[in-house]
């Protein structure tokens, strides 16, 4: 399997089991196998690594979801078949759906003024640091208030690299 595969399987496995506030530039590089400068031809950032991972597992969602709207069908049959289709690979997928539906909104989250604007994707536009998930937690449930469940959630991506948080 080549480097960048390596990496992006990395960093999805990293951020599904222990967040995106766990996940880090020398996390990712030791669980691909692969060193820093490796990480470094490929991708910008830990953001951008986290945003091209889930480009990737879009545009497959995608093409699997589209393909039922396009058959010979009235459209409510259409409609409802796309669907089908989407509930189908999230279910045999969970741990793809929770990357790009739960951790990815992540990415920017926690952000200081003064970095680099490619490192803010994510969570711009989004009110303070939430991310586009807004009020919801870890597990993805909204907390009692309907406020963000933040308690260790924020525990930064500073740098181009992002900071690891220990357990």
């Known amino acids: 399997m ?4 390596r990496i992006l399987d990395a960093v999805i496995e990293i951020a599904v089991r222990e967040g995106y506030d766990h996940t880090c530039v ?4 030791s669980a691909a196998k692969v060193p820093p400068p490796v990480f470094d031809e490929h ?3 830990i953001q951008d ?3 091209q991972a ?4 879009i545009g497959q ?3 699997a979801v589209l393909k039922p709207l396009y058959e010979e069908a009235p459209w409510p049959e259409r409609i409802r078949r796309g669907l089908q289709r989407l509930l189908a690979v999230i279910s045999e997928h969970p741990d793809r759906a929770r990357f790009t539906m739960i951790e990815c909104p992540r ?6 003024k003064g970095e680099d604007e ?3 994707r994510g969570g711009e536009g989004e009110g303070e640091g939430e991310g586009a998930l807004g009020a919801l937690d870890r597990s993805g449930a909204l907390d009692r208030s309907g406020a963000l469940g933040t308690e260790g959630v924020r525990a930064g991506s500073g740098g181009r690299h992002g900071v690891c948080g220990e357990h």
């Open 26 to 29: 020398d996390r990712t590089c």
């Open 107 to 112: 990415v920017g989250e926690g952000k200081g």
């Open 54 to 57: 889930s480009d990737e597992l």
């Open 49 to 51: 690594c986290f945003l």
């Open 118 to 120: 490619g490192e803010k």
């Open 43 to 45: 991708f910008e950032s």
């Open 61 to 63: 969602l995608e093409l």
């Open 2 to 5: 080549n480097p960048r595969r």
